[in-house]
């Protein structure tokens, strides 16, 4: 018997991975959701359809939606070189892909309703919160309040609430509820080159492989594996 359900937008990479464990834990029936939008790092979606069937989800859904046919990103264009020196205080990357978020989150929220589910969960967290204007608390209040006027669950007072359970939360945080909750943490991809294995250069492979180190995992980083 569950307690609610829950719409889980899924990359394949670690936080969404934690933050749909985290649903289930609380008692959900999680339906998965994944998105080609046309990103260099199409490797994602391999590794949202291995923690899918790892964690046992509802459903699993794939939509495409080529955000790339207009770019303005590193992660849509690979004309543009992706970042390699971490995050800058007060910089907005240009991994950063313009409207990605609303349009997830907007095509989560049908989905929710045609399932009559209570949450919409998102993975995003204090490391993205630093850079990405559509990963701040801020936004996700903004947006729930869009979400409860722009749908007929929504004006009868019943619709779903956006949950982002890790967007205060360190790496490191994130990586130990993941080996807590049992996470395969070897099956998630948070690469943003295209290739087969990750690069451990680009910052997101920097971001991980640093909090796995603090997290006492070295053996799961990306240098490791490839």
């Known amino acids: 018997m569950t307690d609610f359900t829950a719409i889980a937008l899924l990359s394949g990479g670690l ?24 990103q260099r790092h199409r490797r994602e979606l391999q590794a949202a359809n291995t923690i899918a069937e ?62 009559n589910a209570d949450r919409v969960v998102l993975g995003v967290n204090a490391v993205d919160y630093s850079g990405y204007p559509d990963c701040r608390p801020d936004y996700l209040e903004a947006f729930q309040t869009l979400a409860n006027l722009s749908s007929k669950v929504g004006r009868e007072g019943h619709g779903p609430r956006l949950w982002a359970p890790l967007v ?9 509820e993941a080996l807590r909750l049992g996470v395969p943490i070897e099956s998630t991809w948070s690469c943003y080159s295209g290739g087969s294995k990750p690069c451990s250069v680009c910052d997101s492979c920097r971001i991980r492989d640093a909090a796995l180190r603090d997290a006492g995992r070295p053996d799961l980083c990306s240098s490791e594996n490839r």
Request: hydrophobic share 40%; no cysteine; charged share 15%.
């Open 168 to 176: 205060t939360w360190s790496k490191q945080r994130i990586v130990e």
């Open 15 to 38: 936080d969404s991975a934690t933050a749909a464990a985290l649903a289930m834990e609380a008692g959900g029936r999680v339906i998965g959701l994944s998105f080609d939008y046309g």
């Open 54 to 115: 790892a964690l046992n989800l509802a459903e699993h859904h794939t939509i495409s939606v080529n955000l790339a046919s207009w770019g303005g990103s590193s992660l849509t264009d690979q004309q543009q070189a992706l970042p390699t020196h971490g995050v800058q205080e007060g910089v907005i990357p240009n991994t950063y892909v313009p409207g990605r978020n609303t349009v997830f989150i907007s095509i989560g929220l049908s989905l929710a309703e045609a399932r």
